[in-house]
């Protein structure tokens, strides 16, 4: 069970969003994204398109496994609203890559300081 979060500059900790919290968020793009305190099944209310929602499935990082010599590729989307520079000395922590047994492989974490300050190309 891979674990992606972001550890702001501020030490806030950041995970990923889920897929109906992005849907939620896109088709209403003012609200809050506080969950509601009663456990009911939310229905998405339009805004987001059917074709928007396929995009946003095909986009995510959602692999369980790699098969060996291949990879896996997707985007993590997390919620950076209302805070002021959230990657400025923040790090990406990546745990929880196990084998097929279950064991532990590796812990990665990425500073992104690095990329904020890389020359720009033009």
Do not use: W
């Not at 059917?50 to 369980?64: H, L, P, R, T, V």
């Not at 520079?85 to 812990?107: C, F, Q, T």
């Amino acid at each position: 069970n891979m674990e992606v979060k972001i550890i702001t500059g501020n030490h806030s900790k950041l995970t990923p969003v889920s897929t109906d919290d992005l849907y939620r968020r896109l088709s209403n793009p003012q609200s809050s994204t506080r969950p509601s305190p009663l456990p009911l099944p939310h229905k998405v209310k339009g805004g987001v398109s059917k074709k928007e929602m396929d995009e946003i499935e095909s986009s995510q990082f959602a692999a369980k496994a790699v098969e060996p010599h291949t990879t896996q590729s997707g985007f993590l989307f997390f919620d950076i609203g209302g805070i002021s520079s959230p990657l400025r000395g923040a790090n990406i922590d990546i745990s929880g890559v196990a084998d097929a047994k279950g064991n532990e492989l590796m812990y990665f974490e990425i500073p992104v300081d690095k990329y904020l300050n890389a020359p720009k190309t033009d």
